[in-house]
């Protein structure tokens, strides 16, 4: 016979009994809206230069560091990254999603659409959709791409095929693969890639700012 513990205080106990230790603390944001990129995990290189002031605008817009992605294109994310792990590379990002707040400042320091997409038109970044990205070999350095993140120039273009033969290949190699898991690349930028695989959320614009408390 089954004993009855219903609405007795010895149900609560059993209940706290059989519950493991919670090892982890909870995400401090919304799931339902956003990945944090388990970048331990899956041993991807995080080099946000927004959170420093190695960038182009040489000001820091990040009061630190996390990356986010809408969930689906993180989960196609960490795909990418097991594709090229098995062929003995990795990625490195320089960046993920960007609050709209920060392309506005960036928009203040360079209004010129060459360099940065207009904040009311806003890029993929402000929607949780885009990383810039880079390859790493397996010993975990930066293979050689032709030109550095944020280079704007006709080098950094994937047309521009006047180029040594080894980057050739590691441009092809991180188009392809992220190509095959619904990643699309722009022309005039290397690093650049934006989510548009079939199960995506609307694109929406986003103002989202990731907390920089110690707890997390
Ligand atoms: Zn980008």
Not at 117 to 128: D, F, I, Q
């Amino acid at each position: 016979m089954l004993a009855d513990f219903s609405n007795s205080k010895q149900a609560d106990e059993e209940i706290k009994a059989v519950v493991p230790p919670i090892s982890n603390p909870a995400p401090d944001y919304d799931t339902l809206l956003w990945s944090e990129i388990a970048v331990q995990e899956y041993k991807i290189q995080l080099d946000l230069r927004y959170a420093s002031e190695n960038n182009f605008v040489e000001e820091q817009l990040y009061e630190c560091p996390r990356c986010f992605l809408r969930p689906e294109a993180a989960k196609a994310l960490y795909q990418v990254q097991e594709a090229l792990q098995d062929k003995g590379y990795g990625l490195k990002l320089f960046d993920c999603y960007r609050p709209t707040s920060v392309q506005e400042r960036l928009w203040e320091k360079v209004p010129n659409a060459s360099y940065v997409t207009p904040p009311h038109k806003g890029s993929m970044h402000n929607r949780g959709f885009a990383i810039d990205a880079t390859l790493l070999d397996a010993a975990g350095t930066e293979v050689d791409m032709g030109t550095e993140f944020d280079y704007f120039g006709r080098r950094a273009h994937h047309d521009n095929k006047d180029l040594d033969q080894d980057i050739l290949k590691h441009r092809a190699l991180l188009k392809n693969t992220m190509a095959e898991f619904g990643f699309k690349h722009i022309r005039t930028e290397w690093w650049h890639y934006s989510f548009r695989g079939p199960y995506q959320s609307p694109f929406k614009l986003a103002d989202y700012q990731w907390s920089c408390e110690e707890e997390h």
